[in-house]
T-cell receptor, first 111, second 114 residues
Framework: SQQGEEDPQALSIQEGENATMNCSYK?????LQWYRQNSGRGLVHLILIRSNEREKHSGRLRVTLDTSKKSSSLLITASRAADTASYFC???????????FGTGTQLKVEL | DGGITQSPKYLFRKEGQNVTLSCEQN?????MYWYRQDPGQGLRLIYY???????QKGDIAEGYSVSREKKESFPLTVTSAQKNPTAFYLC?????????????FGPGTRLTVL
């Protein structure tokens, strides 16, 4: 089973709105990463959060981690049409030194 | 420009044929990975390599083979033993084999079995 499960599977918002995606996992982790994938392309790393961190920011991105709930959220503020992509979380929960990717959230930002 | 390249972008093969997907990186990374992505699903690890002349099976290695004769190259062969090979294949690299390292991805190869 997937260690990372994103929620929702798909999200459609208007430009300028905020987008929130959630990731849940089953076992303890050391690190959690978020990646972005444009349609038919490779993944691009967005941000990494360690298990002893609760929140990180990078530009319009805000990531939170709640290890007690085994969940993370990715917030994109003031979304733009160019943010349209799939977003994946990846954890090291299942095996040391390697990442396990979730099923992703498809975000569509409409003009 | 530093980066990771995959070729070809699209690949078609007939059932029963082996096919090799190319992956090259000039990032001087030690670790390289191959993932498979099916529609609406996440990435599943096929094989990974920590260093030259070493590679390990991932979660779905059956029907696939790899080699790591050079640091910059990690080709994946999809053999006729792979029951359902039609998928999007992604190669990635990282500076070392550790889950806290960012992985850099190639643009992918879409394989279709006719």
């Amino acid at each position: 089973s997937q260690q990372g499960e994103e929620d929702p599977q798909a999200l459609s918002i208007q430009e300028g709105e905020n987008a929130t995606m959630n990731c849940s996992y089953k076992t303890s982790i050391n690190n959690l990463q978020w990646y972005r994938q444009n349609s038919g392309r490779g993944l691009v790393h967005l941000i990494l959060i360690r298990s002893n961190e609760r929140e990180k920011h990078s530009g319009r991105l805000r990531v939170t981690l709640d290890t007690s709930k085994k969940s993370s959220s990715l917030l994109i503020t003031a979304s733009r049409a160019a943010d349209t992509a799939s977003y994946f979380c990846a954890t090291d929960a299942a095996r040391a030194n390697k990442l396990t990717f979730g099923t992703g959230t498809q975000l569509k930002v409409e003009l | 420009d530093g980066g990771i390249t995959q070729s070809p972008k699209y690949l078609f093969r007939k059932e029963g044929q082996n096919v090799t997907l190319s992956c090259e990186q000039n990032l001087n990374h030690d670790a390289m990975y191959w993932y498979r992505q099916d529609p609406g699903q996440g990435l599943r690890l096929i094989y990974y390599s920590q260093i030259v002349n070493d590679f390990q099976k991932g979660d779905i290695a059956e029907g696939y083979s790899v080699s790591r004769e050079k640091k910059e190259s990690f080709p994946l062969t999809v053999t006729s033993a792979q029951k359902n090979p039609t998928a999007f294949y992604l190669c990635a690299s990282s500076i070392a084999l550790a889950a806290y390292n960012e992985q850099f991805f190639g643009p992918g190869t879409r394989l279709t079995v006719l």
